[in-house]
């Protein structure tokens, strides 16, 4: 993905406040890089409320299930998913190089906020204590070019995404070892 498609996706999000269906929406998300997906019926994965409890931490972002949040649906390692049915309605709650947006259904986005709402809130805030839990070394640009390399995109990862302790331990070998 090109830099500077994150600020016009960005635009484009902020601007939705009806949503196109069927082929039509897939054309146009597609086109965008945000994708219309439906969910499994299934319930909330702790791993990825887990990474969702971080960055809202790290960003000082509350979740507030009565303002119709984006919830989180899924990882692709430490980025996020997040979805939401009617995007232009909120805010986005993380800067867009930390989560990857979806289109989800009224029906999905209700299930997932049902499913999602009440274990956000058991979990807390996140404890950046560097010994379990690190915090990103930086906040995300606005802008920013995306690694072209292997030992680019380690150090990427390092320097911008929150991590527990052994995760951090095994990107800092893998770029000590010289990833390309």
């Known amino acids: 993905m090109n830099s500077h498609l994150i600020p016009r996706r960005a635009e484009l999000l902020q601007s939705m406040d009806c949503i196109a269906t069927g082929e039509e ?3 146009v998300f597609h086109a965008q890089g945000i994708y219309p997906v439906t969910l499994a019926p299934a319930s909330a994965c702790s791993g990825i409320i887990e990474t969702f409890v971080r960055w809202s931490s790290w960003y000082d ?8 949040p984006w919830v989180p649906v899924g990882r692709i390692g430490p980025a996020l998913m997040l979805g939401h049915h009617s995007p232009g309605t909120v805010s986005l709650p993380l800067p867009l190089g930390c989560f990857q947006p979806v289109l989800l259904g009224e029906e999905d986005y209700e299930r997932q906020l049902r499913l999602c709402a009440p274990l956000i809130a058991g979990a807390g805030r996140s404890v950046w204590d560097g010994e379990s839990l690190s915090p990103p070394r930086a906040l995300f640009p606005e802008k920013f070019i995306l690694p072209s390399s292997e030992r680019g995109g380690l150090q990427f990862l390092v320097e911008y995404f929150p991590h527990d302790t052994r995760d951090l331990k095994m990107l800092l070998e893998n770029l000590a070892a010289g990833g390309k």
């Open 61 to 68: 972002w509350t979740f507030d299930e009565e303002q119709r």
């Open 25 to 27: 929406a897939a054309r």
